[in-house]
């Protein structure tokens, strides 16, 4: 009985192994997906990976929108072939990071990686792509280094934050200019990994460039349990304008601290991360209220680009939130990567990196406030544009560029005793 | 750095140190009693932010009102977790304890993630909140009411261990287990108990965190970290000395990053640790 059963099973699998092979090659692409989806930044990480999700099925369903893919089945480069993704978890640790894609690569044989949040985690992984000759697209990582190595496969459509913190000084010049007030000083601090460290690098230089004296640049552990005395040299420094590059916990310790230790600079300008995060605002409602952040994606402009209320319905089903930052920009990264593919009409790594050197994705086909996306020769893409934005009455409003702004800035921050 | 900066620091290491040493005293007690270090502490602190979190998002019970039953709830999860792993494991070899305790750190991490999500949860309008003015220092609340209601807890733990017969069977259990066992102590019972004691230590440190801290399913591994040095320079096993452990650990934290750099605070912390460790392995206040 059992012998037969053993036979049987072996015809049936020999013969579908036969029939299957020539059918079973469905033409399909797979891009490898790295994020964060335990340790202190899962939440993004999930919503990220929720947008590529979504991104992934507009491409291989049938979608009414105004962007590359989303009509029509598949890919049609590819005679309709479907995009596959492979989630994988990096529990945020650089060398997590490379172990996987070294793994996707050599086991999962995928066509593409994508990723990966954490600036730190990004380059272990762009490292593993160079070797490897596959391309690498990231959507959110913002260390201006990342793309001033010279790699060869590595793209990124976010901007970075030598794009987001010229627009800072820009608008402490302009907000000086409109408001005839004088700003000084400011105070940087970050957290320790390359998100955080990159930024203040470039803090301080266009600091020094635009003439403001930098008081103190402080260095924590985003996993700190306190961060008294980070706040309490903060407070000492006494500098106009706090810019802080902070993960999610961190902002939330650092907002807490400071109301506790009645800190409060004129102004409050946030590297994006844990600003951005909505868990952030949701939990410390009143307390953020006058805080400005950068951003690359604003779901107040929505009135102007009815195309992110679309994707955000479409977010909302399988996300159970509204799209926010990091997830719109891994979202656009996503089918940036999707029109390459498309283009490149195959799957070979150097045809899709030359169809991604010539993307060029047009403004009205994003729901970003970008002016396109078209890759310079160092795979940053040139048609960024970074916003500020400010938390108004328990929500962020579009304040800068002034012709983009939904609402006039609040200068100076609230005392703590007028936030209740 | 004015002497106002430094005062302010003191104050702030000190109502954190003894925090600190709240969720470092179970740790201590159990290493004390049977020398298992519990890798799952962190953990117990996690579950017990999140169960002050959920009583008041599903009740609006305030941490502080919902803390004995915070306490009660790890103290059962510290026996279930004595009963249903530890009992198992008492004479294997040490890799295997480690390994025990840290696999049920990743599975109630895991869980609570699977569970709750992974985002990060406020108590929002705790009972306590703002902050006094003491000579120009300023005291947050809920960071004194946590530091005064962690020295009540440890006040209370120290009378029972040496000043009840339970707590003194207890002792006897950590000095000699067959010499207990001979003179009729349960010794299994003890061990229990000593786990219970522990879950509950720290249920009450979750609770009064919970006050102010963020709470989500990692929070646990950063302040056990600094628990485990909080152990190590009181001396493993010294409950009482874990409450100066502590104190140390937070201060030095706090004054290390106000006098130096921040970005050093932890590394006068670990540094401390390693000292101890090479030179007084017994921990400042121990006996060998």
Known sequence: MTRAWISLLAIVAIAVALVGAPVAQPKEVVVGVLYPMSGNAAQVGIDCVNAVKLAADIVNANHDLNMPLAKGEGLPGLGGAKIRVVVVDHQGKPDLGQAEAERLLTQEKVHALFGAYFSGVTQTIAQVAERNGVPHLNAESSSPALTERGLKWFFRTSPHDGHFSQAMFDFMRDLEKRRSVKIKSVAIMHEATQFGSDSAKVQEELARKAGYEVATKITYRDKATNLDAEVGKLKAANADVLLPSSYTNDAILFVRTAKNLDYNPKLLIAQNAGWTDPTFLKEMGKDAEGHITRAPFALDMAAKKPMISQVNELFKKTGGRDISDAPARAFTGFITLADAINRAQSTDPEAIRKALVATNIPADQLIMPWTGVKFDEKGQNSGVRAILQQAQNGKYVTIYPFELAAADAVYPLPAWKDRK | ?288
């Open chain 2, 1 to 288: 750095m004015t002497l106002e900066l430094v005062l302010q620091g003191v104050v702030g290491g000190l109502l954190m140190g003894l925090v600190y040493a709240l969720i470092a005293a179970g740790l201590s007690l159990i290493f004390g009693l049977m020398e298992i270090v519990n890798f799952a502490h962190g953990e117990f602190l996690m579950l017990a932010m999140f169960a002050s979190f959920w009583a008041w998002a599903l009740w609006r019970l305030d941490p502080l009102v919902s803390l004995p039953l915070t306490a009660l709830l790890l103290g059962v999860l510290g026996w279930a977790t004595y009963h249903g792993v530890v009992r198992f494991i008492l004479d294997a070899p040490m890799l295997a304890q480690i390994f025990a305790t840290f696999g049920l750190a990743v599975f109630l991490r895991s869980g609570a993630q699977a569970l709750w999500g992974a985002d990060f949860h406020l108590v929002k309008d705790p009972l306590v909140q703002g902050r006094v003015t003491v000579a120009g220092v300023f005291i947050g609340l809920p960071q004194l009411v946590a530091s005064a209601g962690a020295l009540v807890a440890f006040g209370l733990l120290y009378w029972f261990i040496t000043r009840t017969e339970t707590g003194l069977a207890l002792q006897a259990t950590a000095q000699d287990r067959q010499a207990a066992s001979l003179m009729g102590i349960d010794t299994q019972w003890m061990f229990a108990l000593g786990w219970a004691i522990g879950g509950a230590c720290v249920g009450v440190a979750g609770g009064l965190l919970a006050t102010f801290f963020y709470v989500f399913p990692d929070v646990g591994a950063s302040f056990a970290l600094l628990a485990y040095v909080a152990v190590a320079l009181g001396g493993f096993g010294n409950v009482p000395a874990t409450l100066a452990g502590g104190v140390v650990v937070g201060l030095v934290e706090v004054l290390g990053g106000l006098l130096f750099d921040p970005s050093l605070k932890l590394i006068g912390v670990f540094a401390l640790y390693l000292l101890v460790v090479l030179w007084r392995p017994q921990g400042l206040f121990g006996r060998f």
